[in-house]
T-cell receptor, first 113, second 113 residues
């Protein structure tokens, strides 16, 4: 157990629907990062939050949004889902001393049918 | 922007032998950190080893070591005495001062018994 909790582990939904992925960071970590991993590809950075504020944005689609709440958990909202959105979505967290890298959750496998 | 390139989509090694996975990166930062992550079939992202760019000494963690060539912007991972449990996807990643972790496309390592 890495200490980063992602729910749900698996999600199957239809095109056009909206889903919410949830992440609880490791205790004490203020930063949360979201990544998308399509089949057998690398991890693409989506968005970063630090203590409730958005810090950086990657190639995140306008149909996707995220937020970090006062208790530091984060949610990634995906709307108007398309088949191509099927992927593994990772959440990671880090302490202020990011030089030790990120700690990753086990991911949410999203399948759009 | 920074980029990370892994030129070997797949590698194979005989059990107990040594294998080297290649990685090159490009960053305009003078202060950065490099990482290798392992992703087994469970899909969990596991930190294998990290290297601070300002340190000339190559990092070592048990059977895992790196060959860091700063001028060439090269960061290869050497796995000694390969074990069946080493079979996984391996991702090279670069962390910049903005705390952004950029990943390469990955190398799939197969270990033959």
């Amino acid at each position: 157990d890495s200490g980063v909790t992602q729910t749900p582990k698996h999600l199957i939904t239809a095109t056009g629907q909206r889903v919410t992925l949830r992440c609880s960071p490791r205790s004490g970590d203020l930063s949360v990062y979201w990544y998308q991993q399509s089949l057998d590809q690398g991890l693409q950075f989506l968005i970063q939050y630090y203590n409730g504020e958005e810090r950086a944005k990657g190639n995140i689609l306008e149909r996707f949004s995220a937020q970090q709440f006062p208790d530091l958990h984060s949610e990634l909202n995906l709307s108007s889902l398309e088949l191509g959105d099927s992927a593994l979505y990772f959440c990671a967290s880090s302490s202020t001393r990011v030089l030790y890298g990120y700690t990753f959750g086990s991911g949410t496998r999203l399948t759009v049918v | 922007a920074q980029t990370v390139t892994q030129s070997q989509p797949e590698m194979s090694v005989q059990e107990a032998e040594t294998v080297t996975l290649s990685c090159t990166y490009d960053t305009s930062e003078s202060d950065y950190y490099l990482f290798w992550y392992k992703q087994p079939p469970s899909r969990q992202m596991i930190l294998v080893i990290r290297q601070e760019a300002y340190k000339q000494q190559n990092a070592t963690e048990n059977r895992f070591s790196v060959n860091f060539q700063k001028a060439a912007k090269s960061f290869s991972l050497k796995i000694s005495d390969s074990q069946l449990g080493d079979a996984a996807m391996y991702f090279c990643a670069c962390l910049n001062a903005g705390n952004m972790l950029t990943f390469g496309g990955g190398t799939r390592l197969m270990v033959k018994p």
